[in-house]
């Protein structure tokens, strides 16, 4: 659905690619095609639709422009990230490894660890972000490499290229949670990954509306990914895929504004005495700063930060702001704070957390697009 445009510049292709006016109407937005089922001029004989868990218009709509914005040559939209998480890794057999970060989202090592290990898959964890530590944990069963980028919650940054590299040295697909950066700052498809995952939920949707998932990459790849999504049926409702449609058309410059608010605020917080440390890529302290700016437009709306009066002092900051709501979830236009231990992390053992250091001490900021003078005062009056 919709004309080819890979050739135009990102916010053309957000508001345009799969999204030329309705053929039968002329309505220029793409509508909410509300329908199970498509009638049949004769058995087999239909105008590219049958049922809507098989494909949709609107769904279709949404995965012609998420394969235009990561300059894929397909993209699928399931029902959560999760559910396009369960899709790739449901493309391996019992015996497969896979090689992952250790500094994790916590619903995906609960997938990996409590649902496909039991099965018979076998994952194995690097701390190190350098590749160096993929090249220690990779393996001749190893099929799959899953990396995010910025990580959840602690922001590290992997050398995507590098990586890509030594997975198609050792025989292996390199796929990358891009939920983090979104596509407007960083496409890993260029950079040399194989696939790419996201939860639609947060940037693309942008607005803390709608829950989604998308898989994108070459089509030798999705093939069996798709086959996966009809058969389990994991997909979003027409609704869900508009108002993630709706959310990609303004997916620059809510980021602009993200990345610019969350710059100024991680400097801020650096200067404060009672801020132990800050986890924003974007600092040239940071670690991984360098490889941020080569392969990242700009650096992000995610903040992680640690108080130096450890577990207490996060209590007191997580339930004293008044515009940074707590809450589950990342990258809608208001600000969010949470607690990655009890909250997004929670499902990863205590003991396991702690040493990857995802403690009771550490805070994450989903910095919104509010003014951010208003957004420093609130934290300010948090933490003082």
């Avoid at 990996?112 to 701390?127: H, M, Q, S």
């Avoid at 995010?148 to 290229?161: H, K, S, V």
Wanted: aromatic share 6%; with cysteine.
């Amino acid at each position: 659905m919709g004309t080819d445009r890979t050739s135009d510049g990102f916010s053309t292709r957000a508001i345009h690619a799969g999204q030329d006016a309705d053929p039968a109407t002329g309505a220029t937005v793409v509508p909410i095609y509300a329908t199970s089922t498509f009638t049949q001029e004769s058995p087999g004989q239909h105008k590219g639709y049958e049922y809507s868990r098989s494909g949709n218009p609107t769904r279709a709509a949404l995965e012609t422009a998420l394969a235009a914005l990561e300059g894929g040559e397909r993209a699928l939209a399931f029902a959560s990230g999760l559910a396009a998480t369960t899709a790739v890794l449901s493309t391996l057999k019992p015996g497969d490894e896979v090689a992952a970060a250790a500094d994790l989202y916590g619903g995906t090592f609960r997938l990996l660890e409590r649902v496909f290990k039991p099965w018979g898959l076998v994952p194995r964890y690097t701390e190190e972000t350098g590749v160096e530590g993929f090249a220690a944990i990779v393996t001749p069963a190893t099929r799959l490499v899953w990396i995010e980028t910025p990580t959840n919650p602690l922001l590290q940054i992997l050398d995507i290229a590098a990586i890509a590299r030594l997975a198609h040295d050792r025989g292996a697909v390199l796929a990358v949670d891009n939920t983090f950066a979104s596509p407007y700052l960083q496409t890993p498809i260029a950079l040399g990954a194989d696939l790419v995952v996201h939860s639609t939920t947060k940037y693309l949707g942008g607005h803390s509306d709608v829950i989604g998932g998308a898989v994108i990459g070459r089509r030798d790849l999705l093939d069996p990914i798709a086959f996966y999504q009809n058969a389990a049926g994991g997909v979003p409702g027409p609704f869900d895929s508009w108002l993630v449609l709706r959310g990609i058309k303004t997916l620059a410059v809510r980021m602009e504004r993200h990345c610019a608010n969350a710059r100024a605020l991680a400097q801020w917080l650096v200067e404060q005495p009672q801020v132990e440390r800050v986890y924003y890529p974007g600092l040239p302290d940071h670690p991984n700063h360098e490889v941020a700016r080569r392969q990242m437009r700009d650096f992000g709306g995610m903040i992680s930060v640690r108080l130096k009066g450890g577990a207490a002092a996060a209590q007191r900051m997580l339930t004293r702001t008044r515009l940074f709501s707590l809450a589950e979830s990342l990258g809608g236009v208001e600000s969010l704070i949470g607690h990655p231990a009890t909250m997004t992390h929670a499902s990863i053992p205590a003991a396991i957390r702690a040493a990857r250091g995802v403690d009771d001490g550490l805070v994450r900021l989903s910095v919104g697009i509010e003014d951010v003078e208003d957004l420093r005062e609130d934290l300010d009056q948090a933490i003082s």
